[in-house]
């Protein structure tokens, strides 16, 4: 079994500035990958970035970086530069061996302020 | 690569009549798709697990004879909401797995979605 937990609502950001969003799992399975999708008003599910739980380094996609604490179950989202197009629902994903299935957090909503 | 294509986009019906959503991988097979039903705000909740070829797995508190699922290809998965009441009006999204590459069906590769509407 899985649980994602988002602990943060909605989080705003100025344009050019840095944010990061929270997310904490637990799982059971040994061998499992955790995600950041984007879900833009189109609603559009659009994968961000994904990190292997079997690698130490933190995954990063240009101005999309992760802070992978895999003792502590956490796995944060940096964005660097945040531009207006960022502005979307972020959803915190987790998937295991378990039939493919993904278990998604509560989302969390980001306001991009020009 | 990795496209998950919807039809319709968005269907308005009337309450008492069914209607069928079509999830389609469209550049690799699929043996095992998913069903999401997702309200405005919150997160994509798992309906059920369509797997190609067999009986679909539902999630506890999903009606199967309401939403009925049918896996007959590798590429084509369709949701079909039986009687469906305004209650049902929801954004359904479909994904798919490619256990073709990497990272080997860990991933799932998402639809555009289907806004059902029931009047």
Redesign the interface.
């Known amino acids: 079994a899985q649980t994602v937990t988002q602990s943060q609502p909605e989080m705003s950001v100025q344009e050019a500035e840095t944010v990061t969003l929270s997310c904490t799992y637990d799982t059971s399975e040994s061998d499992?990958?955790l995600?950041w999708?984007k879900q833009p008003p189109?609603?559009?599910?659009i994968?961000v970035i994904?990190q292997?739980a079997y690698k130490q380094q933190n995954a990063t996609e240009n101005r999309f970086s992760v802070n992978f604490q895999k003792a502590a179950k956490s796995f944060s989202l940096k964005i660097s530069d945040s531009q207006l197009g960022d502005a979307a629902?972020y959803?915190c994903a987790a998937?295991?061996t378990s039939?493919?299935?993904?278990t998604?957090?509560?989302?969390t909503?980001l306001t991009v302020h020009p | 690569g990795a496209v998950v294509s919807q039809h319709p986009s968005w269907v308005i019906c009337k309450s008492g009549t069914s209607v069928k959503i079509e999830c389609r991988s469209l550049d690799f097979q699929a043996t095992t798709m998913f069903w999401y039903r997702q309200f405005p705000k919150q997160s994509l909740m798992l309906m059920a697990t369509s797997n190609e070829g067999s009986k679909a797995t539902y999630e506890q508190g999903v009606e199967k004879d309401k939403f009925l699922i049918n896996h007959a290809s590798l590429t084509l998965s369709t949701l079909t909401v039986t009687s469906a009441h305004p209650e049902d009006s929801s954004f359904y999204i479909c994904s798919a797995r490619d256990q073709s590459r990497p990272p080997y069906g860990y991933e799932q590769y998402f639809g555009p979605g289907t806004r059902l509407t029931v009047t």
């Open positions: 499992y990958y995600f999708y189109s609603r559009q599910m994968l994904r292997e629902m959803f998937g295991g039939y493919g299935k993904l998604f957090g509560q989302g909503i």
